[in-house]
T-cell receptor, first 111, second 116 residues
């Protein structure tokens, strides 16, 4: 069974720190990887997509992909209380049209 | 770009009645849309994949006669919860693959269904 795994948290970091969120997946040939943010009571919002090994930066966010080790991570620099949310890792496994989501990591940024 | 809307945002209905939820892609055409359900403090659960002009593909364990999906145009998919019961109360969210068939999925704002 193809799976995406995340630590449920909560991950607590002080304001201004770097938050590091990790995700592992089961299918080595997967091509597309995504990070979504979901605030309580709201729907998921796409933050980053990454398709090749290495780092991809967008503002305070950096996604890192290592296909050999089958993990993808999200770094949030200068964390703000408004970043407090659940972060969902998603993978498009070969042969499936829908993304497979992890259960999410809850991030708490302490003021 | 890639905006998805849902209507209604919130609905309360009586047990035994049916409820229709609409999902629209506002600024792009979506041949494929997805319907999810999320219970409080739980992860997203994919219910079905909605295909424009053809039958939906349901995930294992999802009753296709209870959750009717119609994808009649490139910008509209509907989910009808038939004969709703209190255990159907949940947060229903649709999403669409981005323009040009990209792998990115964009979510609608969700519909909170309460069955009394």
């Amino acid at each position: 069974q193809k799976e995406v795994e995340q630590n449920s948290g909560p991950l607590s970091v002080p304001e201004g720190a770097i938050a590091s969120l990790n995700c592992t997946y089961s299918d080595r040939v997967s091509q597309s990887f995504f990070w979504y943010r979901q605030y309580s009571g709201k729907s998921p919002e796409l933050i980053m997509s990454i398709y090749s090994n290495g780092d991809k930066e967008d503002g305070r966010f950096t996604a890192q992909l290592n296909k050999a080790s089958q993990y993808v991570s999200l770094l949030i620099r200068d964390s703000q209380p408004s970043d407090s949310a659940t972060y969902l890792c998603a993978v498009r496994f070969t042969g499936r049209r829908a993304l497979t989501f992890g259960s999410g990591t809850r991030l708490q940024v302490q003021p | 770009g890639a905006v998805v809307s849902q209507h209604p945002s919130r609905v309360i209905c009586k047990s035994g009645t049916s409820v229709k939820i609409e999902c629209r892609s506002l600024d792009f055409q979506a041949t494929t849309m997805f319907w999810y359900r999320q219970f409080p403090k739980q992860s997203l659960m994919l219910m079905a994949t909605s295909n424009e002009g053809s039958k939906a593909t349901y995930e294992q364990g999802v009753e296709k006669d209870k959750f009717l999906i119609n994808h009649a145009s490139l910008t509209l998919s509907t989910l009808t919860v038939t004969s709703a019961h209190p255990e159907d109360s949940s947060f229903y969210i649709c999403s669409a693959r981005g323009p040009g068939g990209s792998d990115e999925q964009y979510f609608g704002p969700g519909t909170r269904l309460t069955v009394t």
